[in-house]
Structure formats: C-alpha cells, structure tokens
C-alpha cells in the first residue's frame, strides 16, 4: 500500500474561497514534499517541508507538519481557476532519502 | 535546459511484445525513478536507481526492469507486455543527497496501451 494518503479525494470550491488539503502517512519521514499535477501533464513540486519544521510558506500556499499524528496538510489561500488540478503528497518510504512514494492525491476543482 | 525527457510520448503495444522507455535528464542528477500513474490513482514507484549502475525495486516491480548504465540515462523495460500494464509511466530526478531531501522533477509521462 501507499506510504501516503490524501484527504480528501476530490474537492471543488469557487474562486477565492481557501482550499485545505491533507495528507496522512504512515512511516517516519525525513521530509514530506508537495506536487501539484495538471491534467495530462507531469508533476511540478511545490513545496518541501522538513521533519523538523511545523509550518512552512510559500506564496498561497502553506503547509503544516505533524509527526505525531504523521500527517500534513496543504493550505491554497485565495484560490484561482488557474489552481485546478491534483495535488499529492509524497514522502520517503524508507527514510533512507532514496525512494519518494506518492499518495492517491486530491483533485482540486476552483469554478470561476 | 531539456530537463527530463521521456521517449516515447504515446504506443500501443499487443499482448507479449517488449519495448523499452527511455529516460534522459541533463540536470547531472544522482537519482532517478519509474513511475506509473493508473486513472484516478496516485503515482506507484516501480523501480529507481541512486546512481549509475545501480538500481533498486519500488513499490510494484513486477513485470519490470531497468538499468542505468549512463548517469544522465534511465532505461524502463517490458519484456512481455500484458494488458495490466497499461498505464502512463512518468520518470523523475533529483540532485544529491536524495530525493526526500530536494525537489523532484518530472518529465512529460508515457502513455502506454496494451491491447
């Protein structure tokens, strides 16, 4: 099975409204990334948070870190059509470094 | 500045024939992965490779192989295509130090068919 799951599966919002993400996990991790992936098209990353970070920035986006509870989750603030698309998370399965795993992903809908 | 480039974009394969996917990155990056992406599913890594001439097992290596005899190159081989097999293949990369580490990128994917 996959080392992460997302939550939810699919979410559609209007534009400008927030969108929130989250991501589960089942090993200990040295970081845990997020992509985002337009349709028909490869994965761009987004963001990298770090095993030893709870909070992290960038742009709309911010992202929250728990290893207690191994989860995260992905914040779009003030969303835009332009911001459909599925998003993943993925981490190390082995926490060696070596071997990204990718979960399910959220397909994210923002109607204009 | 080509990044990573997947070869080739589209085939439809019969039942039993092989064909080989071609990975090439021209970012010097140590490690590079196969992945399959089935409709409505995240990405399962089938195999990848921290360095040239090694290569290691993913998640789902069955009916799989690989090898890396170029550092800038990451070959996906079929020996025996079976319908399961169809999906879209996407390959990545990342620098040093691994791929939890820093960023991953990815190329175009491959859409396979196996009929």
């Known amino acids: 099975s996959q080392q992460g799951e997302e939550d939810p599966q699919a979410l559609s919002i209007q534009e400008g409204e927030n969108a929130t993400m989250n991501c589960s996990y089942k090993t200990s991790i040295n970081n845990l990334q997020w992509y985002r992936q337009n349709s028909g098209r490869g994965l761009v990353h987004l963001i990298l948070?770090?095993?030893?970070?709870r909070e992290k920035h960038s742009g709309r986006l911010r992202v929250t870190l728990d290893t207690s509870k191994k989860s995260s989750s992905l914040l779009i603030t003030a969303s835009r059509a332009a911001d459909t698309a599925s998003y993943f998370c993925?981490?190390?399965?082995?926490?060696?470094?070596?071997?990204?795993?990718f979960g399910g992903g959220t397909r994210l809908m923002v109607k204009p | 500045n080509a990044g990573v480039t997947q070869t080739p974009k589209f085939r439809v394969l019969k039942t039993g024939q092989s064909m080989t996917l071609l990975c090439a990155q021209d970012m010097n990056h140590e490690y590079m992965y196969w992945y399959r992406q089935d409709p409505g599913m995240g990405l399962r890594l089938i195999h990848y490779s921290v360095g040239e001439g090694t290569t290691a097992k993913g998640e789902v290596p069955d009916g799989y192989n690989v090898s890396r005899l170029k550092k800038q190159n990451f070959l996906l081989g079929l020996e025996s295509a079976a319908p399961s097999q169809t999906s879209v293949y996407f390959c990545?990369?990342?620098?040093?130090?691994?791929?939890?580490?820093?960023?991953?990128?990815f190329g175009q994917g491959t859409r396979l068919t196996v009929v």
């Open positions: 948070i770090r095993s030893n970070e």
């Open positions: 993925a981490t190390d399965f082995n926490n060696a470094g070596n071997m990204l795993t």
């Open positions: 990545a990369s990342s620098s040093p130090g691994g791929a939890s580490n820093t960023e991953a990128f």
